[in-house]
């Protein structure tokens, strides 16, 4: 009977695996091939647009269908970060967005014992859906964070494009925190990220959130944030509210009260978010593939972002003003081990020159 159960398990564990593959790359954030769009794709129009609109920035709709006006870019480097793939130009969000993440990266090395942060996807310039990997990050209000802390040296742009993502997981094991590469220190930053009053969610992956809440010791106010979803295993997601005054923004119903460590975690260590779609019954027609979203589909506002007159540049609208951007881009990163308290922190090793390919 044990025997049995120990297979059954080993088989759901390698279906779950697949599984796990699979859902991120449908809904994650590390991006699947890039598709040809079909005609009238919001994803095609809002992907080939290059710049922000002028103007003052308003988030349009909701995280997963939306655009957003006024957007302002995020520097490709600051003291206590580094912007990752570059060439995708997502470096776009709303300035409350962006002067979170700076404000975020400064007291990670503060409060969190990190040499700074990799900021990976914002958003497009004008928001809206993505040619590849997200379903949300539209109306400039989302961002990735990577779980790999930021080396103590500029990085290239090369390196920024190729540096592998690091899971946090044991490989071969059915949702499991890999000790060797978790640290404390990982768990602070999740909790400091969720420290913030316009912080409401922050997506890891079920596995880190069990751990979260295995192994959580200080203040569990704000543990409730952390949302369990597919994916989001090398790096989390950070979604704040939408701004105040930001009228034309759809706001997510907030968390539920609690910590969030109860059957709505236990959920993902069934077999039921795993399991494989049913496949239509003999005879029966195969069910559509989805229709893409359209720039109709989206609130009506979406079709004049699109169309709206560009800001002159992308040095003058970046976060910081034009002198921002170019500024840091030559100087050396001015956080390293040696200047946090004197700390050292504990958040496993810094990215090699030549990362090795995993
Ligand atoms: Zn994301």
């Not at 700076?102 to 040499?115: H, I, L, M, N, T």
């Not at 990050?137 to 961002?143: E, N």
């Not at 590469?181 to 768990?187: D, E, I, K, M, P």
């Not at 229709?291 to 976060?319: F, K």
Request: a positive charge; charged letters at 15%; glycine letters at 10%.
């Amino acid at each position: 009977m044990a025997f049995g159960f120990a297979q059954a398990f080993r088989t759901f564990g390698k279906l779950a695996l697949a599984g796990a593959i699979g859902a991120g790359l449908a809904v994650g954030d590390v991006g699947a091939e890039q598709k040809t769009p079909s005609p009238g794709s919001a994803k095609g129009q809002f992907g080939a647009v290059g710049l922000p609109t002028q103007g003052p920035a308003q988030p349009i709709g909701f995280y997963a269908k939306g655009c957003m006006t006024g957007a302002v870019a995020l520097p490709t480097d600051g003291p206590t970060w580094q912007a990752m793939r570059l060439s995708r130009n997502r470096r776009w969000g709303n300035p409350a967005m962006i002067a979170l993440l700076e404000r975020f990266s400064q007291d990670a090395v503060k409060y969190a014992g990190w040499p700074g942060i990799l900021v990976g996807d914002i958003a497009q310039p004008r928001g809206g859906p993505m040619l590849n990997g997200h379903s949300s990050h539209q109306i400039g209000l989302d961002a990735d964070i990577w779980f790999s802390p930021m080396p103590a040296r500029r990085m290239t742009a090369e390196e920024r494009q190729d540096l592998p993502f690091t899971t946090m997981l044991q490989k071969g094991k059915f949702l499991t925190v890999d000790s060797k590469v978790w640290t404390q220190s990982h768990a602070r930053l999740l909790m400091l990220a969720a420290s913030y009053p316009e912080v409401e969610r922050i997506f890891v992956n079920p596995a880190i959130k069990k751990k979260m809440c295995d192994t959580w010791a200080g203040d569990r106010t704000n543990l409730g944030k952390l949302r369990p979803i597919y994916g989001h295993d090398s790096h989390f997601h950070i979604r704040i509210k939408c701004p105040p005054g930001a009228a034309g923004c759809t706001p997510q119903a907030p968390v539920p009260a609690g910590d969030g460590c109860d059957k709505s975690l236990a959920y993902w260590f069934t077999p039921a978010p795993w399991a494989p779609p049913k496949p239509p019954k003999p005879g029966a027609k195969p069910p559509k593939p989805p229709r893409e979203m359209t720039v109709s589909d989206l609130p009506r506002a979406c079709a004049a972002v699109l169309n709206a007159a560009s800001v002159a540049s992308m040095q003058a609208a970046t976060y910081g003003g034009p002198s921002a951007a170019s500024a840091l881009a030559a100087a050396p990163a001015a956080a390293s081990a040696d200047d946090t308290d004197g700390a050292l922190p504990d958040v496993g090793p810094i990215p090699n020159d030549k990362p090795a390919i995993q």
